[in-house]
């Protein structure tokens, strides 16, 4: 990967967060990224995240 490709990848990244995300938006993203299943409940390859989430009532 060139140094052009890297600069691209991160002016990406933070024009992403600039961007203002809803709450739904944010949900689907974690679906698509298959930490969520569509039930909004952890999937089997994350149980430290469902751990955390339960442990803080997130």
Same mark, same amino acid.
């Given at each position: 990967?060139? *140094?052009? *490709? ?8 933070? *024009?992403?967060?600039?961007?203002? =995300? =809803? ?13 969520? *299943?569509?039930?909004?409940?952890? =999937? ?15």
């Amino acid at each position: 990967m060139s *140094d052009k *490709d890297i600069k691209r990848l991160i002016d990406l990244a933070k *024009d992403g967060l600039k961007k203002e =995300t =809803t709450k739904e938006e944010a949900l689907q993203s974690l679906v698509r990224a298959g930490i969520l *299943d569509k039930n909004g409940k952890y =999937t089997k390859h994350y149980p430290n995240l469902a751990r955390l989430a339960e442990e803080h009532n997130v």
